[in-house]
């Protein structure tokens, strides 16, 4: 006995044209295995004139509006983009009593948890896993396995082309704008890579991924950046020198009751599983009071990886429209955001100072004056080229900057060089 | 608006009582992000006069028929183990309209498909997240995350015990003996280490692992099965020097219409995710059609992290009751278990061979003459003490028989020494 479910989708990029694909070549196992007869029966594109591969019987139209409202179509995958027209859409599908399926993380990031309510108030569902770490099962992790789970911190390479970056200059001593260019070429990295390459990309995904661990409402405005336009081969072979690699990393963490995301590059010690996280893979280590350490790993982007997790929820999401069963995710709690000065990390900093006896003392005084505390530190180079590698013990971002501020000031210091944000083993 | 689920626990062991705490920590937080209030009511222990820890107003018995019965049970938790008995109460449970959480592997890798489908029958929920690699969460991305997906392989370090010792065997050169002491006196190992280090635990999940992944009705006595008592210090030596290490590795696979399934020391590449799971840990690496390369990585066992898992499909199964919208599975699929002697992998063959011009060439052919094909051979040590590594190209178990057997047939032979499977980079 199958049940037919009708889909209809909005947008047919690299994702949807995948979908497409991937839903023709499973749908007989899909039927065996879940009893669901599943059928692309309406899509909407900005150009219905323009050629495209095989619609496998598929209308297409270029009105958005027709597909939702379409009889014919009883749950809506959207693989458009985009923030505000995105938002009309899904929020008319949902209100319309129609499921929906997204990718579109900037959506989620801006107006996640309106739609989210939305669809519980309309006794509908409305499933991401594609918006984050494409292929990789996380959301569904966070919102059914570790549903009952202590979560105390995500953190996750969730870019796929800063990691490729990195990994290169750290396996092959090269310049970030050498990479750069050289991923632009492979098109790994866009011709305008600043979404990328600033963490805006990443951004979007710690906000979403503080909702759903947290059940905190944060929208990427709310999560303090650095890219990693500013990492130097230098900085990475001192950080290999001292057992660390560098990953920018979305970091996501609960403290009593209050949540803090931000994403910046960070050292990661190289017997962390994150550091082995080579090339465009994605990877998100979960640090569990329960469970212990957790870590999913896989392929963040692409059209095959990612329509693999559309498809998941299309399949979770027509099991709930044929057996009339939706599940109501209950309204999140307000878990509130920490102060972005209130957030704590150990830091790595590469200081220059004159050379002469009395001026560690000085700047360890800064340090402890100011309330950080000094875990390691280590002389690099010799004389004139001579700096010092601080690690320091866990510190409030505010306590950090007044240091810096301390340290800027003080005759002895030549100059304040890198500084990291440091993760432990 | 909260539901309550009351919830009959058999069995309370390392597991059960890891559970008892963590749902007192996470009550409130659970009713919080899912509206449900879950009380343990009811305990059943096999000496019920035995001192335990707190029980929040549990009751504790030794009849088990009673716990299962009670008009205040609405699901049962299994965590007693066993094959015969635990299988019993499960299906009493059913019958009794109650859906079971259980994370008993022996059960489910001998009756799996059997207590599926009477979980069907009777319109209630059999989760089993806990009984495969503990606190990962390979069966609810299997079931829901990649059911559309065409899953083509799993491979999965699934056994702590033997993790930890063929780790250490790797980092300190120690030798199995050795670790294998080591490990029983801090308690990673038994007393009677069969289970693990012969392969049965592993074989078990590989059973559950065919079954979840492809629709396939796999039992443990179905799975070769060899374990890592044969390893030496100088096979592991050797694997380093080709760029490999050796890990238990649960496998399962499919073929067209045929699913495979086995468990044996293998070298894996060091650059392989695999390779760099260390010490008690537990991964399991999925290769999809679609998805790409997926590895989920965390604790396989231990009472708070299986405790997780249990608790994850307590709040899924749960909500089922609470919500009256249980989710059947359809029946499985029947694919076929492909025999055994036509399972296809790599092979790694060390031979200790005269030292005389013509014996590479007839060696050689043997393997050629066999249909087997070879990828990639080395000399190792010098004069008497010389032997060759042989590493092949995929063949058929039946195809590298024939070869082994002729080869010990073959007078220049002195010696067929290890043999490994082998997997790609």
Redesign the interface.
């Known amino acids: 006995m199958t049940a037919s479910v009708r889909i209809g989708l909005l947008g047919m990029g690299n994702v949807g044209g ?1 979908l497409v694909e ?2 023709q ?2 749908h007989s ?2 039927a ?4 669901l007869d599943l059928a692309i029966t309406r899509i909407a594109v900005r150009d219905a004139s323009k050629p495209r591969g095989e619609l496998y019987g598929a209308e297409l139209t270029d009105n958005v509006a027709a597909v939702i409202d379409a009889d014919d179509v009883d749950l809506v995958v959207e693989l458009v983009g985009g923030v505000d027209l995105a938002r009309d859409w899904v929020a008319r599908s949902l209100q319309a009593g129609k499921s929906v399926v997204t990718g579109n993380k900037a959506l989620l990031a801006a107006h996640g948890r309106e739609l989210m309510d939305l669809a519980g108030e309309h006794n509908v569902e409305l499933l991401f ?1 594609a918006s984050v770490a494409g ?3 996380l959301m ?2 966070l919102q ?7 979560i105390e911190r995500v953190m996750g390479i969730v870019n796929g082309t800063t990691n490729y970056m990195l990994s290169k200059m750290t396996e092959d001593g090269a310049d970030y704008a050498e990479v750069l260019a050289e991923a632009q070429a492979l098109g790994y990295a866009e011709a305008d890579p600043t979404a990328d390459v600033e963490g805006h990309d990443a951004q979007a995904k710690a906000a979403i991924i503080a909702s759903v661990a947290f ?1 905190a409402s944060v929208t990427d405005a709310d999560v303090p950046v650095q890219g990693i336009s500013g990492v130097t081969a230098e900085d990475i072979a001192n950080a290999a020198r001292l057992g660390y690699v560098i990953k920018l990393l979305a970091v996501v963490e609960r403290s009593g009751d209050e949540v803090a995301a931000r994403v910046h590059p960070t050292m990661v010690p190289t017997s962390h ?1 994150l550091a ?1 996280v080579r090339g465009s ?1 994605n990877a998100v280590f979960i640090e ?12 963040g982007a ?1 059209g ?2 990612t ?3 559309v ?2 929820d ?3 999401a027509a ?1 709930s429209v044929s ?1 009339g ?1 939706v ?1 109501r995710l ?1 309204p999140m ?1 307000d878990a509130r955001l920490r102060a972005p000065e209130a957030a704590m990390s150990a830091f790595y900093l590469d200081l220059s100072v004159e050379d002469r006896p009395g001026v560690l003392a000085e700047v360890a005084g800064v340090f402890g004056a100011n309330g950080v505390s000094i875990r390691s530190m280590e002389q690099q180079g010799l004389g004139a080229e001579a700096s010092i590698a601080f690690i320091t013990h866990e510190a409030t971002e505010r306590d950090m900057a007044a240091t810096l501020e301390k340290l800027n000031a003080l005759p002895s210091v030549n100059r304040v060089g890198a500084q990291y944000r440091v993760i432990g083993g």
Chains 1, 2 share one sequence.
Do not use: C, N
Request: hydrophobic share 35%.
């Open positions: 995948a991937l839903l070549e499973q196992d899909i065996a295995l879940t009893g896993e292929g990789i099962p569904r992790a059914k396995s570790l549903r009952g789970e202590p059940g599983p082995t893979f569990g009071g329960a469970v212990g350490d957790l870590m999913l790993y896989g392929r692409g095959r990886p329509a693999s997790a498809l998941g299309v399949i979770e099991t057996h069963t599940r209950p709690a």
